[in-house]
């Protein structure tokens, strides 16, 4: 799935506007229908596969479609939506360039990581990448404080029992 296709804008002023003459079923299958097309272009003319799209029988379609088809325009066999493709154009460039921006910003974060990295090894003297010395390990055996608890706290987390 694309991902223009995982959303679409849908102003309710607009759609209202557009739609109020509409049955309660004609608003179930007009958003179908302009569901599908935001997924997969315009259907086709033909009232098999849109009562298909519908989950409907061909003869609800027929009862409907009159009402419906006031929102399509037929070209070339199949039904086009003008805002439809209008919101589908501004949603597929929306992701292209988001997706161009990230592709940048990662290149130059890349770009910025790798000639830091160059930078920092050409500041550092080599004896210091390889003569250094390493740390010696402590080898005392002796305690600086005891680590024992002193005598006054060492019943302080008993329970003492008793009643009320």
């Not at 179908?32 to 298909?52: E, F, H, K, S």
Request: hydrophobic share 40%; net charge positive; with cysteine.
């Amino acid at each position: 799935m694309k991902k223009h296709e995982k959303w679409m804008p849908l102003y309710v002023g607009d759609y209202l506007a557009s739609t109020n003459r509409l049955s309660l079923a004609e608003h179930g299958a007009y958003l179908l229908l302009i569901m599908d097309y935001w997924r997969n272009g315009a259907p086709p003319d033909n009232p098999v596969i849109l009562a298909r799209i519908l989950g409907i029988s061909l003869a609800d379609w027929e009862g409907m479609a009159v009402a419906l088809l006031k929102h399509f325009t037929v070209h070339g066999g199949r039904l086009h939506h003008a805002r439809i493709e209008l919101e589908l154009k501004r949603a597929i460039e929306t992701t292209e360039n988001l997706s161009d921006r990230g592709k940048q910003g990662a290149k130059a974060r890349w770009n910025n990581a790798t000639a830091n990295a160059t930078a920092n090894a050409q500041a550092m003297p080599d004896t210091m990448l390889v003569d250094a010395p390493l740390p010696l390990p402590c080898t005392s055996t002796t305690r600086s404080r005891s680590l024992t608890a002193p005598s006054h706290t060492k019943n302080m987390y008993k329970y003492k029992g008793g009643g009320r």
